[in-house]
T-cell receptor, first 116, second 115 residues
Framework: AQKVTQAQTEISVVEKEDVTLDCVYE???????LFWYKQPPSGELVFLIR??????QNEISGRYSWNFQKSTSSFNFTITASQVVDSAVYFC?????????????FGKGTKLSVKP | DSGVTQTPKHLITATGQRVTLRCSPR?????VYWYQQSLDQGLQFLIQ???????AKGNILERFSAQQFPDLHSELNLSSLELGDSALYFC??????????????FGQGTRLTVV
């Protein structure tokens, strides 16, 4: 069965600290997509990244980086030098092969609080 | 701004009533998705429409229904409302409908409160 687990319910850091949000997924498909979305206090869901199952290259975008490891079924997200504006709930999500990339299985989310 | 527009932003209604949530997808997007976000269930996929036709169904109750119109906007109808239907309802859209659909972009949500 497909499943996304974000074991960290809440994380609190001080500004400028690095923080890693963990995501572990389960799927029987060999073709799938993984995503991270951000939900700031205002409530909207903001797309951050998409990774397909055939591309295990890590990705860096500014202060954000993602580590995809099929061997451990993990897709972790690191924020370097965190800022107060990074405070939000972060969701990892999975869409399986054959399904649309908007048909997502979400994890429960990790609430990140960055304190000044 | 994702380009996906949802109205209304907030809705308060009584148990037993019926409400309609509206979604306008990003320009050019053919697929629309509806999600429910509640404290106990988290984010759950309800239903997908592609170019006017139902494409996929998730955990959508029989009391709920949706449709997508020729101009590609979509409506989610919730009837016989119960207290437990109080949640944030999101609409999302993507370019296409299949596995090559492209990522989904979400609207700001409609906060439904059933009293």
């Amino acid at each position: 069965a497909q499943k996304v687990t974000q074991a960290q319910t809440e994380i609190s850091v001080v500004e400028k600290e690095d923080v890693t949000l963990d995501c572990v997924y389960e799927t029987r498909d060999t073709t799938y997509y993984l995503f991270w979305y951000k939900q700031p206090p205002s409530g909207e869901l903001v797309f951050l990244i998409r990774r397909n199952s055939f591309d295990e290259q890590n990705e860096i975008s500014g202060r954000y980086s993602w580590n995809f490891q099929k061997s451990t079924s993990s897709f972790n997200f690191t924020i370097t030098a965190s800022q107060v504006v990074d405070s939000a709930v972060y969701f990892c999500a999975l869409s399986e092969g054959g399904r649309s990339q908007g048909n997502l299985i979400f994890g429960k989310g990790t609430k990140l609080s960055v304190k000044p | 701004d994702s380009g996906v527009t949802q109205t209304p932003k907030h809705l308060i209604t009584a148990t037993g009533q019926r409400v309609t949530l509206r979604c306008s997808p990003r320009s050019g997007d053919l697929s629309v998705y509806w999600y429910q976000q509640s404290l106990d269930q988290g984010l759950q996929f309800l239903i997908q429409y592609y170019n006017g036709e139902e494409r996929a169904k998730g955990n959508i109750l029989e009391r709920f229904s949706a449709q997508q119109f020729p101009d590609l906007h979509s409506e989610l109808n919730l009837s016989s409302l119960e207290l437990g239907d109080s949640a944030l309802y999101f609409c999302a859209s993507s370019v296409r409908g299949g596995s090559d659909s492209g990522e989904a972009f979400f609207g700001q949500g409609t906060r439904l409160t059933v009293v």
